[in-house]
């Protein structure tokens, strides 16, 4: 799958959030990862939002499918609570269990290659 993103964006994020788009690519392509289509969003074009966890840290994410290869990021933070547990509950019924916690009590999964 290949990734982009507009720069102005990319950095207006980062300021933000303190989170580089590069830093949610796992949890685009986690096995656990919601998936949801954001109806008020999608006027000119089928934007999602992911939540999915990369290297411990559960990310909420807006996206848009550019075509079959190609997604392009509109903009990253971390997920909040109640989006946490979403993004938990999804586990549990795909998998049979939470991903492990680390010492912060936040979700970890497994790292995923690539």
């Known amino acids: 799958m290949n990734y982009e993103w507009d720069i102005a964006k990319y950095e207006k994020v980062l300021k933000k959030h303190k989170i580089a788009f590069e830093q949610v690519i796992p949890a685009l392509e986690n096995p656990c990862s919601l998936f949801i289509y954001d109806e008020g969003h999608s006027l000119e074009e089928d934007r999602y939002i ?63 290659k690539r």
């Open 50 to 112: 992911v939540i999915g966890d990369s290297e411990g840290i559960v990310f909420f994410i807006n996206i848009v499918e550019i075509d079959e290869k190609t997604i392009r990021i509109i903009s990253a933070r971390k997920a909040e609570t109640n989006e946490k547990e979403a993004y938990y509950e999804n586990c549990s019924l795909l998998f049979g269990n939470r991903p492990e916690t680390n010492k912060k009590g936040l979700g970890q999964s497994k790292s995923h």
